[in-house]
């Protein structure tokens, strides 16, 4: 596994110097864009728009509009706006991880020590995992600021970046009814049915089906065969009432 950013996690005056690796694999399919007509590769091509002439990519820089003009900015300017962000993950407080709606959640990153046995990261591993808290910070990946978490996740520490406050919409245009009134019978039934429900957490248990289906209709299809499509069975619960359709759902649990 290759690092994608190294520095260190800043823990009061303790440094620990880490690498960071992405902990996330996309499985998505890579599908290429082809002409309809004789299915050949579409290409996209960096061009000038005054000489309409493509652009070797050593040639391209990044630039701000400012005023009626660009002004260049080069990688050392991204460091020089927060040195310190750029290198080091530096946690400024702690917090249950309970506590972190999962609205605010990006994308997470694995740690792990620059150095051999590196007791440092072995304490705030062993410390977070104690009190169940996690550790909030601000950093700097790929010229971009992010919020996040420091939190352990079995032998290693995680590094998730969160959303900012301000990135979350409000409600107001949802146009939510909060004037609907539900019984107690019927809050009951609901609270009975999501018992019947629970269960421990295990996201093993879960794979992307639809991932694995499209991968069977274009081995199907390269074949030369038709692909088979599986008609939609909807489910319905009998009655239009709120609580039958409740009594049928935990029915339809119990003789499952």
Known sequence: MRSIWTGSIGFGLVSIPVKLYSAVQETRLDLDMLDSRDHAHIKFQRVNENTKKEVPYDKIVKGYKYDDDYVIIEEADF????????????????????????MFYETSYYTAPATK????????????????????????????????????????????????????REQEDLELDEKIEVSKKELDMGLALIE??????????????????????????????????????????????????LMSSLSAKKGA
């Open 117 to 168: 046995r590196n007791k440092a990261y072995a304490l705030l591993l062993a410390a977070l995992k104690k009190s169940g808290k996690a550790g909030l910070a601000r950093f700097v990946l790929r010229s971009t600021e992010s919020l996040c978490i420091v939190h352990p996740v079995d032998q290693a520490l995680v590094v998730t970046r969160i959303r900012f406050a301000q990135q979350i």
């Open 196 to 245: 019947q429900y629970t269960e421990p957490m295990d996201l093993t248990k879960y794979k992307d089906e639809y991932h694995d289906e499209l991968i069977k209709i274009i081995e199907q299809k390269a074949k030369g065969k038709r692909p088979t499509i599986k008609k939609l069975k909807p489910v319905k619960a009998k009655g239009d009432d709120l609580y039958d359709q």
């Open 79 to 102: 460091e020089a706006a927060a040195p310190e962000k750029t290198k080091e993950i530096v946690i400024e407080n702690f917090v249950e991880i309970a506590a972190v709606n999962p």
